[in-house]
């Protein structure tokens, strides 16, 4: 038995992944016959916090998510490699650290650098399965054609529900396009074989609505249903072959638009503004932002913070929208209940970074903060001994192209920069990573962070030689919420120079001692 196997057997899904494919096809005398290859249902949430009740808030109504984490493992502790979408997605969709990808930003294709990478799905699509991707798996504009068996669908839903708004929207951006004279970006260069952009400038202008819209509208009038209703399609369609089926959610991020009944869930007197609305003590101010992202909507302040009512109104419609993409998994959920799929089946939910809700004055992503860096991700295997359970264990983004692969009994492919974390799907428990790794840059300088049990050790070292423009240390057994920068005083210099060894040992001094070996 191969060691792949053998590993399949222990998290009790060996019936399902099928032989090896150097081996014979036909089943020999007294021995099972080949079964199934098992799918993998592969759900991605955009700018969604670990916000459910399978992570402890009570306030927020996420019941689908809920139910696939009573089938599940629900990982407390996963962190993105990058807190940005194309980033973090970039990582883990190749496995890769963003130093290796060299994606830091949202106008670069990874092919750029990468060109004969091999991508998640497309290890899958080699493998003999239907990969196909629906709306948001890649960043917007630099999708990866090879990865699919079938071109990408992306849905036409309008952003708003209200009609006055759109067409204020639709205005603007005819305003804007003809004062700059072209579109708000160009691609400035193209892969020669494919056409695939592989570099597109900055965009010259946004138009933006309202940060945030209790839409008039029923689910399937924007984007998100839009893209249930088709997922609930394409599963009808392949169900009888082995399938890679990728489907992205838009929402929580930006704009906060929901159909009205999300709101309705909600009585607004439920929400309060951050607890810790300050930057952190003895916090470098390179570590922070002025949360451009959010600026560009309308009738948010240039400048300066927001009140507590635009606080509110803003918690309020991230848990409307959340609640919404909540409702819109249930129904991809309940179609692979339906057609009788989920027994074999591998389900992944995870959303693509955290985000600040006003915490250390700080909206969006785009830190290094454990707000920004800390995601979601949910993982579900047919037969796994330890389903419903929770686990603390360390585990990154990275993580799951190797866990998927080990899962459905696939070869491991080289180069890949993270763990496989099928042992803990059995275990939730047992000792793992000692660390997890992220970074962010900044003009002129990269921010490289690393958690560890306790604590959250982060350097920002400039581009060019020379001394770290800052250091920070919390300490999440006093500090959970990262509020005082210990890294300059006297009586931590011990902990910070033993954490500033293990960040320069990296990813690879951290790895679990009992890590599955790739075949």
Wanted: charge should be neutral; include cysteine; hydrophobic fraction near 35%.
């Amino acid at each position: 038995m191969t060691r792949i196997a053998a590993r399949s057997l222990a998290v009790g899904v060996w019936v399902f992944v099928g032989l090896s494919s150097t081996t014979a096809a036909v089943a020999e005398p007294n021995k099972p016959a080949a079964s199934p290859k098992l799918n993998v249902l592969f759900i991605a949430v955009d700018d969604l916090r670990p916000e459910a009740g399978c992570y402890g808030n009570t306030l927020i109504r996420t019941p689908n998510i809920d139910r696939l984490a009573a089938r599940g493992t629900t990982f407390l502790r996963a962190y993105c490699q990058q807190a940005v979408c194309s980033p973090s997605r970039t990582s883990l969709l190749l496995g890769r650290r963003p130093d290796t990808t060299q994606v830091y930003d949202l106008q670069t294709h990874f092919r750029l650098h990468l060109p004969d990478v091999t991508t998640l799905p497309e290890h899958f699509k080699k493998h003999g399965y239907h990969t196909q991707g629906l709306s948001k798996i890649y960043h917007g504009g630099l999708d990866d054609r090879r990865s699919w068996s079938v071109p990408h669908w992306s849905p036409s839903a309008p952003g708003y529900g209200s009609p006055k708004i759109r067409e204020e929207l639709r205005a603007e951006q005819a305003r804007l396009r003809e004062e700059h004279g072209g579109p708000a970006e160009r691609v400035l260069q193209r892969d020669p074989e494919t056409g695939t952009p592989l570099k597109v400038s900055q965009p010259k202008f946004r138009a933006r609505g309202p940060a945030w819209e209790a839409a008039p509208v029923n689910d399937d009038e924007l984007a998100d249903g839009q893209t249930a209703k088709r997922a609930v399609e394409v599963l009808r369609e392949i169900k009888d072959k082995p399938f890679f089926l990728a489907v992205g959610f838009l929402k929580p991020h930006l704009p906060f638009v929901a159909p009205k009944k999300y709101f309705d869930m909600y009585r607004r007197e439920q929400f309060q503004p951050a607890a810790n609305p300050n930057p952190p003590k003895d916090c470098p101010e390179i570590a922070l932002h002025s949360w451009g992202e959010l600026r560009a909507y309308k009738g948010i302040p240039q400048k300066g913070p927001l009140t507590d009512e635009m606080a509110i109104d803003l918690i309020h419609g991230y848990y409307a929208a959340a609640s919404y993409t909540d409702a819109m998994i249930g129904r991809v959920l309940d179609e692979l209940d339906r057609l009788g799929l989920a027994e074999r089946t591998v389900v992944v939910l995870w959303g693509d970074h955290g985000w600040h809700l006003g915490d250390h004055g700080l909206w969006c992503k785009h830190t290094n903060f454990e707000k920004a860096t800390r995601s979601p991700l949910i993982i579900s295997a047919p037969g796994q001994k330890a389903a419903g359970r929770r686990s603390s264990a360390l585990v990154e983004f990275v993580d799951i192209y190797p866990t998927l692969v080990e899962l459905c009994g696939l070869p491991m492919p080289e180069g890949l920069e993270g763990t496989s974390a099928v042992p803990l799907l059995d275990e939730p428990d047992r000792p793992w990573k000692t660390a997890a790794f992220s970074q962010y840059p900044r003009s002129g300088a990269m921010g490289y962070t690393m958690r560890t049990d306790r604590y959250r050790y982060t350097e920002w070292r400039p581009r060019k030689p020379g001394p770290l423009l800052g250091v920070e240390l919390y300490d999440h057994q006093e500090d959970p919420e990262e509020n005082v920068n210990l890294a300059g005083r006297p009586e931590w210099k011990e902990t910070v120079e033993k954490l500033a060894a293990q960040l320069k040992a990296g990813w690879q001094g951290a790895k679990p001692k009992t890590a599955p070996v790739a075949e």
